[in-house]
């Protein structure tokens, strides 16, 4: 596949900056606390660089992935470092679980949370692109980076989305990350293409 | 008069979520709860519920597809499509089935419009 141009490129941030959008609006919504956002930043990378990017922090991830297909397929894969996930879980949750009952059921949690931020997002891609995506059931994993990635093929490439969320007093970083095969990439950047001769 | 709602999703959570929130809404809906579309066939037959919540994404048997099974054997019973899913697709789909679509997450205000919506099929005052 050839590179992405510079407008391709711009158009996919632009695309993940509504859909995004959309997931920090649920989030806000899930933890009833106001949510910011950064720009997001869009590399296509293997996974082997983004390894070496998340290797800088060491820090243990919590990753809620599902697959999709569409006008594009892969995995969608929603990061947060182990100690945002629990936050994220406790803020959701509040006082409608009592406390020994919250980490029996903080994996359920978790994953439902990345369903519905998975979701909102795919929901802001598929408008954009007029397409509709389908998901699988949400799968969650928790480790490095080089494990939660090699789960999904260590030759594949990814479109990695960088992005940090912010809850009010609290600092959050989230990651989106999605999977693609190479046939995958031409079949984005056909998407890409498409999109920008529809404007 | 005590009222029976059906609650599927395969997230525990969101079940708990949503029995707390019409619980707390009005104590008279007494609350069921399935994991999937295979499950909620089977007691949606058993118990005949006045709202059933169906979520989409389920394991065994989806929500849509468990509705097309209960709808034509449960022609009292109002239902609503609760899901993440919400892309235009899923809202149409939705919209042919004659369900209403409800988006996640699961809130006080959406277990209000879950009710709201059987009060509208049954008393004529969906305000939601």
Aim: net charge negative; charged share 20%.
């Amino acid at each position: 596949m050839k590179d992405l141009t510079a407008l391709e490129l711009d158009a996919l941030a632009e695309i993940f900056n509504i859909s995004v959008g959309r997931s920090a609006s649920v989030l806000s919504e899930l933890t009833g606390e106001a949510v910011t956002m950064s720009v997001p930043m869009v590399h296509i990378l293997s996974s082997e660089r983004v390894v070496e990017l998340f290797a800088i922090s060491h820090e243990r991830l919590t990753c809620i992935s599902q697959q999709f297909s569409g006008s594009f397929s892969g995995a969608a894969m929603l990061m947060f470092t182990e100690s945002s996930s629990l936050e994220v879980v406790r803020l959701m949750l509040g006082s409608q679980v009592p406390l020994e009952q919250l980490s029996e059921i903080e994996q359920d949690a978790l994953s439902e949370i990345g369903n519905i931020i998975l979701n909102a997002c795919f929901a802001g891609i598929a408008d954009m692109l007029r397409d509709s995506f389908s998901c699988e059931l949400p799968e969650l994993m928790t480790g490095d980076i080089e494990h939660i990635l090699h789960s999904g093929g260590s030759e594949q490439k990814v479109l990695f989305l960088q992005i940090k969320l912010g809850l009010e007093q609290r600092n959050l970083e989230g990651y989106l990350a999605f999977l693609m095969g190479s046939e995958t990439e031409s079949m984005l950047q056909q998407s890409l293409s498409n999109f920008l001769s529809g404007m | 008069m005590l009222r029976t709602v059906l609650i599927v999703d395969d997230s525990r959570v969101s079940r708990m979520m949503l029995s707390k929130a019409i619980a707390d809404l009005d104590p008279d809906w007494q609350i069921i709860e399935a994991e999937n579309g295979q499950q909620a066939v089977e007691m949606g037959c058993e118990f005949a519920p006045n709202l059933v919540v169906m979520d989409v994404n389920m394991p065994v048997m989806d929500g849509f597809e468990a509705v097309e099974i209960l709808r034509p054997k449960l022609p009292n019973t109002s239902f609503a499509m609760l899901t993440a899913n919400v892309q235009a697709s899923s809202q149409q789909r939705a919209e042919e089935l004659g369900v209403h679509f409800l988006a996640k997450p699961v809130t006080p205000a959406v277990a209000e419009k879950a009710l709201a919506i059987w009060r509208q099929e049954h008393e004529g005052s969906y305000s939601a």
